[in-house]
Protein backbone atom coordinates (compact mmCIF):
# COMPACT_ATOMS: atom_id res chain seq x y z
CA UNK A 1 0.00 0.00 0.00
CA UNK A 2 1.08 3.54 -0.74
CA UNK A 3 -0.27 6.57 -0.09
CA UNK A 4 0.62 10.73 -0.45
CA UNK A 5 -0.97 13.26 1.00
CA UNK A 6 -1.28 17.07 -0.09
CA UNK A 7 -3.26 20.45 1.05
CA UNK A 8 -6.16 19.63 -0.95
CA UNK A 9 -6.07 15.70 -2.15
CA UNK A 10 -5.41 12.05 -0.29
CA UNK A 11 -4.30 9.39 -2.76
CA UNK A 12 -4.52 5.94 -1.39
CA UNK A 13 -3.51 2.79 -4.10
CA UNK A 14 -4.28 -0.76 -3.04
CA UNK A 15 -4.01 -4.08 -4.41
CA UNK A 16 -4.40 -2.43 -8.21
CA UNK A 17 -6.89 0.00 -6.76
CA UNK A 18 -6.47 3.47 -7.06
CA UNK A 19 -8.56 6.05 -4.63
CA UNK A 20 -7.93 10.04 -4.95
CA UNK A 21 -9.81 12.10 -2.84
CA UNK A 22 -10.21 15.50 -2.63
CA UNK A 23 -12.14 18.51 -1.32
CA UNK A 24 -13.77 21.05 -3.90
CA UNK A 25 -15.36 24.28 -2.67
CA UNK A 26 -16.38 26.10 -6.35
CA UNK A 27 -16.65 22.86 -8.91
CA UNK A 28 -20.52 22.55 -7.17
CA UNK A 29 -23.04 24.75 -5.94
CA UNK A 30 -22.15 23.20 -2.04
CA UNK A 31 -18.48 22.41 -0.85
CA UNK A 32 -17.66 18.83 -2.06
CA UNK A 33 -15.63 15.96 -1.22
CA UNK A 34 -14.60 14.36 -4.33
CA UNK A 35 -13.68 10.90 -4.80
CA UNK A 36 -11.72 9.16 -8.05
CA UNK A 37 -11.45 5.22 -8.05
CA UNK A 38 -9.19 3.37 -11.36
CA UNK A 39 -8.94 -0.21 -11.00
CA UNK A 40 -5.69 -1.70 -13.19
CA UNK A 41 -6.75 -5.38 -12.10
CA UNK A 42 -7.25 -7.66 -14.88
CA UNK A 43 -10.80 -9.09 -13.28
CA UNK A 44 -13.81 -7.11 -11.99
CA UNK A 45 -13.58 -6.27 -8.40
CA UNK A 46 -16.18 -5.08 -5.57
CA UNK A 47 -14.92 -2.54 -3.20
CA UNK A 48 -16.47 -0.95 -0.23
CA UNK A 49 -14.64 2.35 0.49
CA UNK A 50 -15.34 3.85 4.23
CA UNK A 51 -15.12 7.20 4.83
CA UNK A 52 -15.42 9.42 7.85
CA UNK A 53 -17.18 12.48 8.67
CA UNK A 54 -16.24 14.63 11.51
CA UNK A 55 -18.04 13.89 15.02
CA UNK A 56 -19.37 17.72 15.12
CA UNK A 57 -20.20 17.85 11.64
CA UNK A 58 -24.27 16.94 11.68
CA UNK A 59 -25.02 13.90 9.51
CA UNK A 60 -28.15 15.10 8.03
CA UNK A 61 -25.88 17.94 6.02
CA UNK A 62 -24.42 15.23 3.83
CA UNK A 63 -25.74 14.50 0.58
CA UNK A 64 -25.02 12.61 -2.29
CA UNK A 65 -24.94 13.43 -6.35
CA UNK A 66 -27.75 11.40 -8.16
CA UNK A 67 -25.74 12.50 -11.72
CA UNK A 68 -22.39 10.89 -9.39
CA UNK A 69 -23.03 7.49 -8.23
CA UNK A 70 -25.77 8.63 -5.15
CA UNK A 71 -26.95 4.88 -5.35
CA UNK A 72 -23.80 3.05 -4.31
CA UNK A 73 -23.77 5.65 -1.30
CA UNK A 74 -24.99 4.44 2.17
CA UNK A 75 -24.83 7.28 5.06
CA UNK A 76 -25.14 5.94 8.83
CA UNK A 77 -25.73 7.83 11.83
CA UNK A 78 -22.41 7.16 13.80
CA UNK A 79 -20.95 9.23 11.49
CA UNK A 80 -19.80 7.66 8.55
CA UNK A 81 -19.94 6.85 4.90
CA UNK A 82 -19.56 3.83 2.25
CA UNK A 83 -19.31 3.76 -1.03
CA UNK A 84 -19.95 -0.05 -2.76
CA UNK A 85 -19.09 -0.17 -6.07
CA UNK A 86 -18.21 -3.65 -9.08
CA UNK A 87 -15.23 -1.72 -10.87
CA UNK A 88 -14.65 -3.59 -14.05
CA UNK A 89 -10.67 -4.09 -15.27
CA UNK A 90 -9.37 -0.15 -16.61
CA UNK A 91 -12.47 1.17 -15.43
CA UNK A 92 -12.40 5.00 -13.73
CA UNK A 93 -15.22 6.03 -11.72
CA UNK A 94 -15.94 9.52 -9.98
CA UNK A 95 -18.59 10.76 -7.24
CA UNK A 96 -18.99 12.89 -4.76
CA UNK A 97 -20.90 13.79 -0.96
CA UNK A 98 -21.41 17.11 -0.74
CA UNK A 99 -21.72 18.94 2.55
CA UNK A 100 -23.97 21.84 3.83
CA UNK A 101 -22.71 24.79 6.22
CA UNK A 102 -20.53 27.47 6.74
CA UNK A 103 -16.75 27.60 8.48
CA UNK A 104 -16.19 24.08 7.22
CA UNK A 105 -12.50 23.20 8.08
CA UNK A 106 -11.41 21.25 4.57
CA UNK A 107 -8.78 19.56 6.41
CA UNK A 108 -10.90 17.71 8.99
CA UNK A 109 -12.63 16.06 5.56
CA UNK A 110 -9.36 15.27 3.88
CA UNK A 111 -8.48 11.87 6.25
CA UNK A 112 -7.23 8.92 4.45
CA UNK A 113 -10.68 6.32 3.61
CA UNK A 114 -10.28 2.50 4.34
CA UNK A 115 -10.51 0.44 1.61
CA UNK A 116 -12.06 -3.37 1.66
CA UNK A 117 -12.59 -5.80 -1.28
CA UNK A 118 -16.07 -7.23 -0.95
CA UNK A 119 -16.47 -10.96 -1.88
CA UNK A 120 -18.76 -11.68 -5.00
CA UNK A 121 -21.10 -13.78 -2.64
CA UNK A 122 -22.38 -10.47 -0.72
CA UNK A 123 -23.21 -8.36 -3.35
CA UNK A 124 -24.90 -5.33 -1.60
CA UNK A 125 -28.55 -5.71 -3.95
CA UNK A 126 -28.24 -9.49 -2.91
CA UNK A 127 -28.85 -8.18 0.40
CA UNK A 128 -30.22 -5.00 0.14
CA UNK A 129 -32.98 -5.87 -2.78
CA UNK A 130 -31.92 -3.85 -6.77
CA UNK A 131 -34.20 -0.23 -5.41
CA UNK A 132 -34.18 0.06 -1.06
CA UNK A 133 -36.01 3.44 -1.39
CA UNK A 134 -39.00 1.45 -3.38
CA UNK A 135 -41.19 0.85 0.20
CA UNK A 136 -40.36 4.08 1.29
CA UNK A 137 -41.59 6.16 -2.30
CA UNK A 138 -44.67 3.50 -2.11
CA UNK A 139 -45.04 4.79 1.12
CA UNK A 140 -45.42 8.12 0.61
CA UNK A 141 -47.21 8.02 -2.78
CA UNK A 142 -50.18 5.89 -0.96
CA UNK A 143 -49.64 2.35 -2.83
CA UNK A 144 -48.51 1.19 0.46
CA UNK A 145 -49.70 1.28 3.65
CA UNK A 146 -46.65 0.61 6.26
CA UNK A 147 -42.46 -0.72 5.26
CA UNK A 148 -41.74 -3.92 4.99
CA UNK A 149 -41.53 -5.19 9.04
CA UNK A 150 -43.60 -2.73 10.23
CA UNK A 151 -47.12 -4.13 9.44
CA UNK A 152 -49.81 -4.78 11.91
CA UNK A 153 -50.39 -7.99 13.87
CA UNK A 154 -53.75 -8.38 14.32
CA UNK A 155 -54.70 -9.46 10.85
CA UNK A 156 -57.24 -12.36 10.36
CA UNK A 157 -56.51 -15.74 9.72
CA UNK A 158 -57.77 -17.96 7.52
CA UNK A 159 -59.53 -21.58 7.87
CA UNK A 160 -56.57 -23.63 6.41
CA UNK A 161 -53.37 -24.63 7.33
CA UNK A 162 -51.17 -22.57 5.26
CA UNK A 163 -53.29 -19.53 5.92
CA UNK A 164 -51.98 -19.49 9.67
CA UNK A 165 -48.72 -20.32 8.94
CA UNK A 166 -48.59 -17.08 6.48
CA UNK A 167 -50.40 -15.39 9.45
CA UNK A 168 -47.60 -16.26 12.22
CA UNK A 169 -45.05 -15.13 9.56
CA UNK A 170 -46.18 -11.61 8.47
CA UNK A 171 -47.36 -10.49 11.98
CA UNK A 172 -44.08 -11.36 13.39
CA UNK A 173 -41.16 -8.78 11.49
CA UNK A 174 -38.74 -11.08 12.14
CA UNK A 175 -40.00 -15.00 11.13
CA UNK A 176 -39.63 -14.22 7.30
CA UNK A 177 -36.00 -13.67 8.10
CA UNK A 178 -35.57 -16.30 10.61
CA UNK A 179 -36.48 -18.31 7.34
CA UNK A 180 -34.37 -17.03 5.56
CA UNK A 181 -31.84 -17.81 7.38
CA UNK A 182 -32.50 -21.11 7.67
CA UNK A 183 -33.21 -21.90 4.08
CA UNK A 184 -29.85 -20.31 3.08
CA UNK A 185 -28.08 -22.77 5.82
CA UNK A 186 -28.03 -26.48 4.62
CA UNK A 187 -26.55 -27.00 8.35
CA UNK A 188 -29.50 -24.93 10.00
CA UNK A 189 -32.29 -26.66 7.83
CA UNK A 190 -30.29 -30.19 8.72
CA UNK A 191 -31.04 -29.34 12.94
CA UNK A 192 -34.39 -27.80 11.68
CA UNK A 193 -34.99 -31.24 10.65
CA UNK A 194 -33.72 -33.37 13.53
CA UNK A 195 -35.83 -31.24 15.67
CA UNK A 196 -39.42 -31.72 14.37
CA UNK A 197 -37.91 -35.25 14.26
CA UNK A 198 -37.08 -35.39 18.00
CA UNK A 199 -40.78 -32.95 18.71
CA UNK A 200 -42.72 -36.42 17.35
CA UNK A 201 -43.32 -35.44 13.91
CA UNK A 202 -44.88 -38.07 12.45
CA UNK A 203 -44.27 -36.24 8.62
CA UNK A 204 -42.88 -39.35 5.93
CA UNK A 205 -43.58 -37.61 2.73
CA UNK A 206 -40.86 -35.45 1.32
CA UNK A 207 -40.04 -32.30 2.43
CA UNK A 208 -41.18 -29.50 -0.36
CA UNK A 209 -38.32 -26.89 -1.67
CA UNK A 210 -37.76 -24.46 0.66
CA UNK A 211 -40.43 -21.46 -0.34
CA UNK A 212 -38.38 -18.05 -2.30
CA UNK A 213 -38.75 -15.28 -0.12
CA UNK A 214 -38.22 -11.88 -1.57
CA UNK A 215 -35.70 -9.83 0.04
CA UNK A 216 -37.72 -6.49 -0.76
CA UNK A 217 -40.68 -7.19 1.53
CA UNK A 218 -38.58 -8.90 4.26
CA UNK A 219 -37.56 -6.57 7.60
CA UNK A 220 -34.00 -5.21 7.09
CA UNK A 221 -33.01 -6.14 10.68
CA UNK A 222 -33.49 -9.02 12.93
CA UNK A 223 -31.32 -9.71 16.49
CA UNK A 224 -31.77 -12.51 18.54
CA UNK A 225 -34.01 -10.05 21.17
CA UNK A 226 -36.24 -9.48 18.47
CA UNK A 227 -36.24 -12.95 18.01
CA UNK A 228 -37.71 -13.48 21.48
CA UNK A 229 -40.23 -10.84 20.88
CA UNK A 230 -41.61 -12.11 17.91
CA UNK A 231 -42.00 -16.12 19.53
CA UNK A 232 -43.83 -14.25 22.36
CA UNK A 233 -46.03 -12.04 20.02
CA UNK A 234 -46.87 -15.05 18.34
CA UNK A 235 -47.75 -16.51 21.51
CA UNK A 236 -50.15 -13.88 22.17
CA UNK A 237 -51.68 -13.96 18.99
CA UNK A 238 -52.09 -17.56 19.49
CA UNK A 239 -54.25 -16.96 22.36
CA UNK A 240 -56.98 -15.06 20.83
CA UNK A 241 -57.43 -17.26 18.12
CA UNK A 242 -59.57 -20.82 17.98
CA UNK A 243 -58.00 -24.13 18.18
CA UNK A 244 -60.28 -25.06 14.73
CA UNK A 245 -57.40 -22.18 13.00
CA UNK A 246 -54.14 -24.19 14.58
CA UNK A 247 -54.85 -27.48 13.76
CA UNK A 248 -51.73 -29.96 14.20
CA UNK A 249 -53.04 -33.82 12.96
CA UNK A 250 -51.71 -35.61 10.09
CA UNK A 251 -54.09 -34.45 8.11
CA UNK A 252 -53.09 -30.97 8.16
CA UNK A 253 -49.65 -31.33 8.28
CA UNK A 254 -50.31 -33.52 4.94
CA UNK A 255 -52.13 -30.35 3.50
CA UNK A 256 -49.68 -27.50 4.32
CA UNK A 257 -46.58 -29.63 3.44
CA UNK A 258 -44.53 -27.30 5.57
CA UNK A 259 -42.16 -28.88 8.92
CA UNK A 260 -42.45 -25.23 9.66
CA UNK A 261 -45.98 -24.71 10.12
CA UNK A 262 -46.13 -28.05 11.87
CA UNK A 263 -43.47 -26.89 14.37
CA UNK A 264 -44.35 -23.52 14.66
CA UNK A 265 -48.33 -24.95 15.21
CA UNK A 266 -46.44 -27.61 18.55
CA UNK A 267 -44.87 -24.68 19.71
CA UNK A 268 -48.11 -22.52 19.78
CA UNK A 269 -49.80 -25.60 21.47
CA UNK A 270 -47.02 -25.94 24.11
CA UNK A 271 -46.92 -29.30 23.08
CA UNK A 272 -43.26 -29.29 22.68
CA UNK A 273 -40.38 -30.08 25.74
CA UNK A 274 -38.57 -27.17 27.19
CA UNK A 275 -35.59 -29.06 26.44
CA UNK A 276 -36.15 -29.38 22.82
CA UNK A 277 -37.50 -25.87 22.66
CA UNK A 278 -34.15 -24.46 24.22
CA UNK A 279 -32.65 -26.91 21.67
CA UNK A 280 -34.35 -25.14 18.83
CA UNK A 281 -33.30 -21.76 20.23
CA UNK A 282 -29.78 -22.59 20.58
CA UNK A 283 -29.65 -24.16 16.66
CA UNK A 284 -31.05 -20.92 15.49
CA UNK A 285 -29.17 -18.46 17.38
CA UNK A 286 -32.28 -17.06 19.40
CA UNK A 287 -30.38 -17.01 22.97
CA UNK A 288 -30.32 -13.89 23.63
CA UNK A 289 -27.64 -14.66 26.47
CA UNK A 290 -25.17 -15.81 24.01
CA UNK A 291 -22.73 -12.52 24.10
CA UNK A 292 -20.61 -14.33 21.42
CA UNK A 293 -23.62 -14.43 19.03
CA UNK A 294 -21.94 -12.58 15.68
CA UNK A 295 -24.26 -10.41 13.68
CA UNK A 296 -23.71 -11.45 9.59
CA UNK A 297 -22.45 -8.61 7.63
CA UNK A 298 -24.84 -8.46 5.53
CA UNK A 299 -27.67 -8.30 8.58
CA UNK A 300 -25.19 -5.39 10.08
CA UNK A 301 -25.58 -3.42 6.82
CA UNK A 302 -29.28 -4.21 6.18
CA UNK A 303 -30.07 -2.78 9.68
CA UNK A 304 -27.65 0.34 9.36
CA UNK A 305 -29.10 0.91 5.87
CA UNK A 306 -32.87 1.05 6.89
CA UNK A 307 -31.62 3.18 10.12
CA UNK A 308 -30.69 5.33 7.96
CA UNK A 309 -33.34 5.63 5.55
CA UNK A 310 -36.04 5.54 8.27
CA UNK A 311 -34.07 8.79 9.35
CA UNK A 312 -33.93 10.18 6.09
CA UNK A 313 -37.70 9.39 6.09
CA UNK A 314 -38.26 10.62 9.27
CA UNK A 315 -36.55 14.11 8.75
CA UNK A 316 -38.40 14.36 5.70
CA UNK A 317 -41.37 13.84 7.15
CA UNK A 318 -40.84 16.29 9.86
CA UNK A 319 -40.20 19.05 7.30
CA UNK A 320 -43.52 17.91 5.13
CA UNK A 321 -45.52 18.42 8.22
CA UNK A 322 -44.03 21.82 9.46
CA UNK A 323 -44.19 22.56 5.68
CA UNK A 324 -47.74 21.87 5.09
CA UNK A 325 -48.48 23.58 8.74
CA UNK A 326 -47.11 26.70 7.46
CA UNK A 327 -48.10 26.45 3.60
CA UNK A 328 -51.22 24.43 3.37
CA UNK A 329 -51.03 21.25 1.15
CA UNK A 330 -50.09 21.12 -2.39
CA UNK A 331 -53.66 22.70 -3.53
CA UNK A 332 -53.66 25.54 -1.48
CA UNK A 333 -49.69 26.55 -2.28
CA UNK A 334 -50.67 25.79 -5.40
CA UNK A 335 -54.40 28.22 -5.60
CA UNK A 336 -51.87 30.76 -3.99
CA UNK A 337 -49.65 30.76 -6.54
CA UNK A 338 -51.99 30.71 -9.37
CA UNK A 339 -52.99 34.12 -7.51
CA UNK A 340 -49.75 35.61 -7.52
CA UNK A 341 -49.25 34.40 -10.83
CA UNK A 342 -52.47 36.34 -11.73
CA UNK A 343 -51.46 39.65 -9.59
CA UNK A 344 -48.28 39.45 -11.31
CA UNK A 345 -49.57 39.13 -14.72
CA UNK A 346 -51.97 42.33 -13.87
CA UNK A 347 -48.85 43.71 -13.28
CA UNK A 348 -47.14 43.09 -15.97
CA UNK A 349 -49.79 44.18 -18.35
CA UNK A 350 -49.74 47.45 -16.62
CA UNK A 351 -46.16 48.06 -16.79
CA UNK A 352 -46.15 46.99 -20.69
CA UNK A 353 -49.02 49.69 -20.67
CA UNK A 354 -46.73 52.52 -18.73
CA UNK A 355 -43.66 51.24 -20.90
CA UNK A 356 -45.45 51.84 -24.12
CA UNK A 357 -46.05 55.37 -22.75
CA UNK A 358 -42.97 55.84 -21.48
CA UNK A 359 -41.71 54.68 -24.85
CA UNK A 360 -43.73 57.49 -26.82
CA UNK A 361 -42.68 60.17 -24.24
CA UNK A 362 -39.07 59.16 -24.93
CA UNK A 363 -39.72 59.62 -28.40
CA UNK A 364 -41.16 63.13 -27.71
CA UNK A 365 -38.23 63.64 -25.69
CA UNK A 366 -35.83 62.62 -28.37
CA UNK A 367 -37.69 65.32 -30.99
CA UNK A 368 -37.10 68.13 -28.65
CA UNK A 369 -33.91 66.80 -28.12
CA UNK A 370 -32.89 67.17 -31.64
CA UNK A 371 -34.72 70.44 -31.48
CA UNK A 372 -32.63 71.46 -28.39
CA UNK A 373 -29.18 70.25 -29.87
CA UNK A 374 -30.00 72.69 -33.31
CA UNK A 375 -30.32 75.41 -31.44
CA UNK A 376 -27.45 74.80 -28.70
CA UNK A 377 -25.14 74.53 -32.45
CA UNK A 378 -27.01 78.13 -33.60
CA UNK A 379 -25.87 79.16 -30.16
CA UNK A 380 -22.80 77.95 -30.04
CA UNK A 381 -22.16 79.64 -33.72
CA UNK A 382 -23.73 83.31 -32.73
CA UNK A 383 -20.80 82.48 -29.34
CA UNK A 384 -18.12 81.72 -31.87
CA UNK A 385 -19.10 84.97 -34.07
CA UNK A 386 -19.21 87.03 -30.53
CA UNK A 387 -15.80 86.22 -29.72
CA UNK A 388 -14.50 86.77 -32.80
CA UNK A 389 -15.56 90.51 -32.80
CA UNK A 390 -14.59 90.98 -29.11
CA UNK A 391 -11.41 89.86 -29.97
CA UNK A 392 -11.38 92.68 -32.95
CA UNK A 393 -12.73 95.04 -30.64
CA UNK A 394 -9.85 94.46 -27.76
CA UNK A 395 -7.27 95.10 -30.82
CA UNK A 396 -9.19 98.00 -31.59
CA UNK A 397 -9.26 98.93 -27.86
CA UNK A 398 -5.44 98.67 -27.63
CA UNK A 399 -5.19 100.66 -30.91
CA UNK A 400 -7.39 103.54 -29.46
CA UNK A 401 -4.91 102.93 -26.06
CA UNK A 402 -1.76 103.83 -28.59
CA UNK A 403 -3.96 107.08 -29.94
CA UNK A 404 -4.60 108.29 -26.56
CA UNK A 405 -1.11 108.22 -25.90
CA UNK A 406 -0.55 110.44 -29.03
CA UNK A 407 -2.69 112.50 -28.34
CA UNK A 408 -1.63 112.85 -25.00
CA UNK A 409 1.73 113.81 -26.53
CA UNK A 410 0.07 116.17 -29.08
CA UNK A 411 -2.01 117.64 -26.29
CA UNK A 412 1.38 118.65 -24.49
CA UNK A 413 3.09 119.83 -28.00
CA UNK A 414 -0.19 121.89 -28.41
CA UNK A 415 0.06 123.21 -24.50
CA UNK A 416 4.30 123.62 -25.74
CA UNK A 417 2.59 125.83 -29.18
CA UNK A 418 0.64 127.72 -26.82
CA UNK A 419 3.26 128.91 -24.79
CA UNK A 420 5.35 129.39 -27.64
CA UNK A 421 2.59 131.89 -29.28
CA UNK A 422 2.49 133.65 -26.02
CA UNK A 423 5.91 134.52 -26.19
CA UNK A 424 5.66 135.71 -30.00
CA UNK A 425 2.84 137.70 -29.24
CA UNK A 426 4.80 139.26 -26.21
CA UNK A 427 7.62 139.59 -28.70
CA UNK A 428 5.19 141.26 -30.92
CA UNK A 429 3.85 143.34 -28.29
CA UNK A 430 7.68 144.55 -28.01
CA UNK A 431 7.91 144.64 -31.89
CA UNK A 432 4.91 146.83 -31.60
CA UNK A 433 6.74 149.07 -29.27
CA UNK A 434 9.66 149.27 -31.32
CA UNK A 435 7.69 149.98 -34.26
CA UNK A 436 6.35 153.03 -32.22
CA UNK A 437 10.10 153.57 -31.25
CA UNK A 438 11.56 153.41 -34.67
CA UNK A 439 8.35 154.66 -36.64
CA UNK A 440 10.32 157.88 -36.60
CA UNK A 441 13.51 156.06 -38.17
CA UNK A 442 12.43 155.75 -41.83
CA UNK A 443 15.11 154.03 -42.78
CA UNK A 444 14.14 150.88 -40.44
CA UNK A 445 10.41 150.34 -41.41
CA UNK A 446 10.96 148.99 -44.73
CA UNK A 447 13.31 145.87 -42.43
CA UNK A 448 10.80 146.35 -39.46
CA UNK A 449 8.03 145.76 -42.15
CA UNK A 450 9.54 142.78 -43.81
CA UNK A 451 10.14 141.42 -40.23
CA UNK A 452 6.63 141.71 -39.74
CA UNK A 453 5.27 139.77 -42.61
CA UNK A 454 7.32 136.97 -41.70
CA UNK A 455 6.12 137.23 -38.54
CA UNK A 456 2.99 137.17 -39.55
CA UNK A 457 3.67 134.07 -41.79
CA UNK A 458 4.50 132.24 -38.98
CA UNK A 459 1.58 133.08 -37.13
CA UNK A 460 -0.86 131.99 -39.80
CA UNK A 461 1.23 128.87 -40.25
CA UNK A 462 0.91 128.31 -36.51
CA UNK A 463 -2.42 128.69 -36.48
CA UNK A 464 -3.33 127.02 -39.31
CA UNK A 465 -1.32 123.82 -37.39
CA UNK A 466 -3.41 124.52 -34.44
CA UNK A 467 -6.44 124.37 -36.45
CA UNK A 468 -5.84 121.35 -37.93
CA UNK A 469 -4.97 119.61 -34.39
CA UNK A 470 -8.25 120.97 -33.43
CA UNK A 471 -9.82 119.31 -36.39
CA UNK A 472 -8.02 116.05 -35.48
CA UNK A 473 -8.85 115.46 -31.70
CA UNK A 474 -12.24 117.51 -31.54
CA UNK A 475 -10.76 119.72 -29.11
Do not use: C
Not at 69 to 88: K, P, Q
Not at 153 to 159: A, F, K, L
Not at 440 to 457: C, F, K, Q, Y
Request: no cysteine; glycine share 6%; hydrophobic share 30%.
Amino acid sequence: MSDSQSTTERVLEEDGISVRKSFSTDEFPVPAVTFHFESTRDEPVRIRVTDTIPESFPMERVGFHPEFESEHWTAYSDHRVEFERLLEPGETVQTVYGIRGDGIDPESFLSLPSVDHVPEGEPMEDVLGADGTAPVREVISGDRESLPGMDSTDESPSSDGSSTTDDSSSSDGSSVTDADAATADGEDDETVDAAAADAGDDETSPRPDPRPVDSAGTSPAVTAGSRESSADDADESEAGTDESETRTDDEDLSESGSVAAALAAEIRAGEIDDADLELLRSELDLDSDDADVEVPRSVDVRISRLQSRMEDLAAYSDALEEFIDEQGTASEVLERAQSRVEEVSDRMDDLEGRADEAADERAGLEDGLADLEDEIDSIADDLSAATDRMDDAEAQLAELDGLAETVEDLEGTVDGLDTEIGDVREDLADLDSRVRDVEDAGDDVADLESEIERIDRELAELEEFRERLNDAFGT
